[in-house]
């Protein structure tokens, strides 16, 4: 049985979140598949037809996609205007309590402008630390309110601290959730210096690169523009997430990264 603990306040955020990149560097060892198989495993129809595809096709664009964790938050209406000025669509990480439930407006807006809305649970537990049970309640309370709120239910979720391992893949397979981790991290938890964070996402960009960043954080939308324009000088096309993936689609009980 697993062991259970309380919920993670936001305040707590800040060290929670500085546990993300030990968790891709070794921390935890998950198989996990790149945007690249996807979209080879997809790229011909059920009867040898070739696939649909949006507006991008990844298998020849130098995409990449832009996530955010852990809002919506008071900065997020300001990001929305960005990404809409900038013709960019992102992927949008949400957390539950004080977040959805405080800023249920912007979750329609970003539904509306485009943008993907996904899961970060309802209050930032540890999956990997708690019950069968209260992982379900993490992961039913937010795409209950998400489908509410803008008539979709999520196909995506993002692990806190993207802490993950079977019993989690069981669980999000029985929901009908994919889970999506990252490539490219600013660790925007640890400064408010715009500047650093936009060098370390332009540092660590490559191709089908999943960018994680968090609009909770003061530094890290006024990074936004410049991460943008500089990527798009290299000649990169945003996408969100189920659009880097494409023709194929994202399995539920599967982990995504590049």
């Known amino acids: 049985m697993r062991r259970t603990r309380g919920g993670l306040r936001l305040s707590a955020l800040v060290s929670a979140a500085a546990c993300l990149a030990l968790t891709l560097s070794g921390c935890a060892e998950v198989d996990t598949t790149a945007p690249s198989a996807v979209r080879a495993e997809g790229a011909e129809g059920a009867h040898g037809a070739p696939a649909k595809l949006g507006t991008v096709d990844c298998r020849e664009a130098k995409c990449i996609a832009l996530t955010f964790d852990a809002g919506p938050s008071e900065n997020s209406a300001r990001l929305l205007d960005i990404l809409k000025e900038k013709k960019v669509p992102a992927t949008f990480f949400l957390l539950g309590k004080r977040h959805i439930d405080t800023y249920p407006e912007l979750v ?151």
């Open 108 to 258: 329609k807006r970003m539904a509306a402008e485009g943008h993907e809305v996904a899961s970060h649970t309802w209050d930032h537990q540890i999956l990997t630390r708690i019950s069968d049970d209260r992982i379900r309640e993490e992961l039913r309370r937010p795409d209950d309110e998400i489908e509410r709120l803008t008539g979709r239910r999520p196909t995506l979720m993002r692990p806190p601290q993207g802490r993950t391992d079977a019993d989690v893949h069981r669980i999000c397979k029985e929901m009908g959730l994919a889970e999506v981790l990252w490539s490219v991290t600013a660790k925007d938890y640890t400064t408010t210096d715009s500047a650093l964070i936009t060098k370390r996402v332009l540092d660590q960009a490559s191709r089908d690169g999943i960018i994680l960043l968090h609009d909770i954080y003061r530094g890290t939308v006024p990074a936004v523009p410049g991460i943008i324009d500089a990527l798009k000088v290299r000649g990169y096309v945003f996408v969100t997430v189920p659009q880097l993936l494409a023709p194929g689609k994202a399995e539920p009980g599967r982990v995504y990264r590049p």
